[in-house]
């Protein structure tokens, strides 16, 4: 039996425009920044409990961050 040699992947660090971005998009969905931050810092059912902050360290994570609030924005959010 051969081992198989796991390889980690590396993450690519997202730029503060990406972050920036998705802030904004938050902001839009929630009307104001104080609540786009709030969001960002509670606990997400949709993430399995996860905060959406920590889900967007990488661009995968970015992107389900922002379907996400694509499907609140047009009220599927279930």
């Known amino acids: 039996m051969r081992k198989q040699r796991l390889v980690k992947k590396q993450s690519v660090p997202l730029s503060s425009g ?3 971005k998705v802030l904004e998009r938050a902001i839009t969905v929630f009307g104001n920044q104080k609540l786009a931050e ?3 810092g ?3 059912r949709y993430f399995n409990g996860e905060l959406p902050l920590t889900i967007i360290t990488d661009p995968v994570g970015l992107q389900a961050v922002e379907a996400y609030l694509q499907r609140i ?3 599927v959010y279930q």
């Open 18 to 20: 990406q972050y920036n």
């Open 73 to 75: 924005e047009r009220g």
């Open 42 to 44: 509670r606990p997400c």
């Open 38 to 40: 709030e969001w960002f």
